[in-house]
C-alpha cells in the first residue's frame, strides 16, 4: 500500500514567487499535517487538518502560507510571495484517527529552496 | 516558553550503554505523548507512544509524568543503529495537532 505522497521532491523557486505543495495522505486517513523543518532545526507545526472540521492554523508563521483539503484526501500548502526564510523541507503527515496511541506517517518532504 | 523542551545533546556514548532523554511540555491539557525517530535526512518514524503507567518495548522505555510534566525515554545497551534524533512529541489535546519538540541527537560509537 502507499504511503504519505508529496510533490514535488524538490522544488527551487525565485523570490517572490509564489509555490502550491501537494500531499497525498494514506487512503482513509482523516488527520492531515503540515509542518516545516529548517537545516538542523525542529519540526515546527503549521497546520493541521481532521475530518470536517475547522483546520488548525496556528501555526501558520504568516498571511502568506495557507492550506486547504479537498474532499477531505489531498491537501494543498500555498506559499505566496516566497521568501529566502521559506527555505526548509515542508512535511505532511497523516493519521487514521487522533488520539492516544494513533501514529502519524510521513511523507519524505519537499525540499523547498529560495534564491 | 516552548510548548516542548528537549535537550538537544549531542549525547555521544559507547555501543552497549545506558542513555536517558528528558523532555518537558508546557500545556498542561495536553493528551498523549510519543517518541518519534529521525535519521538524517528523512522522515520522523514514530518510535513508542508513552503511557501513564509507563511502558517498555524492548531496550526501550518511556516514561510520564504529568504532575511535573515531564517526559523520558531510556535506552538500554546501546547500539550502533540508535544513533538519530529522537523528537519528543505532545498532543495538545484529543483530536488536536502534534508538537515535536526540537530533538536530541544520539551517536552511538564502537
Redesign the interface.
Known amino acids: 500500500g502507499a504511503g504519505v505522497s508529496q510533490s514535488p521532491s524538490n522544488k527551487v523557486t525565485e523570490k517572490g514567487k509564489d509555490v502550491e505543495l501537494r500531499c497525498d495522505p494514506i487512503s482513509g486517513h482523516t488527520a492531515l499535517?503540515w509542518?516545516r523543518q529548517s537545516l538542523g532545526?525542529?519540526?515546527e507545526?503549521l497546520i493541521?487538518f481532521?475530518g470536517n472540521s475547522a483546520p488548525?492554523k496556528?501555526?501558520l508563521p504568516s498571511d502568506r502560507f495557507s492550506a486547504e483539503r479537498t474532499g477531505g484526501s489531498v491537501s494543498t500548502l500555498t506559499i505566496q510571495r516566497t521568501q529566502q526564510e521559506d527555505s526548509a523541507v515542508y512535511?505532511c503527515?497523516s493519521s487514521a484517527m487522533?488520539?492516544?496511541?494513533?501514529?502519524?506517517f510521513?511523507?519524505?518532504?519537499t525540499r523547498l529552496t529560495v534564491v | 516558553r516552548k510548548e516542548v523542551e528537549q535537550d538537544p545533546g549531542p549525547f555521544n556514548v559507547p555501543e552497549g550503554a545506558t542513555v536517558a532523554f528528558n523532555c518537558t511540555y508546557s500545556n498542561s491539557a495536553s493528551q498523549s505523548f510519543f517518541w518519534y525517530r529521525q535519521d538524517c535526512r528523512k522522515e520522523p518514524k514514530l518510535l513508542m507512544s508513552v503511557y501513564s503507567s509507563g511502558n517498555e518495548d524492548g531496550r526501550f522505555t518511556a516514561q510520564l509524568n504529568r504532575a511535573s510534566q515531564y517526559i523520558s525515554l531510556l535506552i538500554r545497551d546501546s547500539k550502533l543503529s540508535d544513533s538519530a534524533t529522537y523528537l519528543c512529541v505532545v498532543m495538545r489535546q484529543a483530536g488536536t495537532a502534534l508538537i515535536f519538540g526540537k530533538g536530541t541527537t544520539l551517536s552511538v560509537s564502537s
Open positions: 499535517y509542518y532545526q525542529g519540526l507545526f493541521y481532521q488548525d496556528s501555526g512535511l503527515a487522533s488520539g492516544a496511541g494513533t501514529e502519524a510521513f511523507g519524505q518532504g
